[in-house]
């Protein structure tokens, strides 16, 4: 949500830090993110092969705005 929000992953980090207190790398949100596009990527695949156009368009939504 931070992410789709706008925020890069310094600036997710740092809310973080500032907001609960938790010391995240920068690195470490890079990857989290990555791999939530791949999640996102598989959930898109399955839906257009079930036939699930609304749930393709929101995931293909979501990875667009993870990858701005």
Known sequence: ELRENGLDHRQIAGYLMDEYGIEVFPTDILSFLEE???????????????????????TDEHIHLIER
């Open 36 to 58: 939530s596009v791949h999640v996102l990527e598989a959930m898109s695949d399955v839906a257009r092969l079930q036939g699930q156009t609304g749930l393709e368009k929101a």
